[in-house]
C-alpha cells in the first residue's frame, strides 16, 4: 500500500462546503488515491451508524468532502514520515464524526 495526503483546496466561502464540513489535511495508508479517498470518507460517521435518517440502506459516504475533487485533492505522502506497512486506514489528522448535519423543517 502507499501514503496519501487528501488536502482541502477549496475556499473557505466555496458553497460545496455548504454540502459537507471540511476536515483538514488527513493521511491515509490505501491502495490507490481514489482508494485514499474511499478510506478517508468511511472514518466519517454514516447515516447507516445512528438512529438517523436514512438509515434503511442508503449509505452517506459517497457524499463525503473527501469523495469531491472541488474540496479534496489527493497528493502522495513523502516516504519516511509514516510507516508504509500497516493496515488500510487513517495514519495522521482528525477525521470528525459530527459530519451529520441535522436538516431544517
Known amino acids: ?9 477549496a475556499a473557505a466561502n466555496d458553497p460545496n462546503w455548504d454540502l459537507a464540513p471540511n476536515q483538514g489535511e488527513v ?3 490505501a491502495r490507490s488515491s481514489g482508494d485514499a479517498r474511499v ?12 438512529d438517523a435518517l436514512p438509515g434503511d440502506g ?6 463525503s468532502a473527501f469523495r469531491s475533487e472541488k474540496l479534496y485533492t489527493v ?3 513523502p516516504a519516511g514520515t509514516y510507516p508504509l506497512e ?3 486506514g487513517v495514519v495522521d ?3 470528525r464524526v459530527d459530519n ?6
Do not use: C, Q
Open 1 to 9: 500500500m502507499k501514503l496519501y495526503r487528501l488536502i482541502p483546496i
Open 27 to 29: 493521511v491515509v495508508r
Open 39 to 50: 478510506v478517508a470518507a468511511e472514518a466519517e460517521l454514516d447515516f447507516m451508524e445512528i
Open 58 to 63: 442508503n449509505s452517506t459516504t459517497s457524499s
Open 75 to 77: 497528493v502522495d505522502e
Open 86 to 88: 500497516g493496515p488500510r
Open 93 to 95: 489528522g482528525t477525521v
Open 100 to 105: 451529520i448535519r441535522p436538516t431544517e423543517l
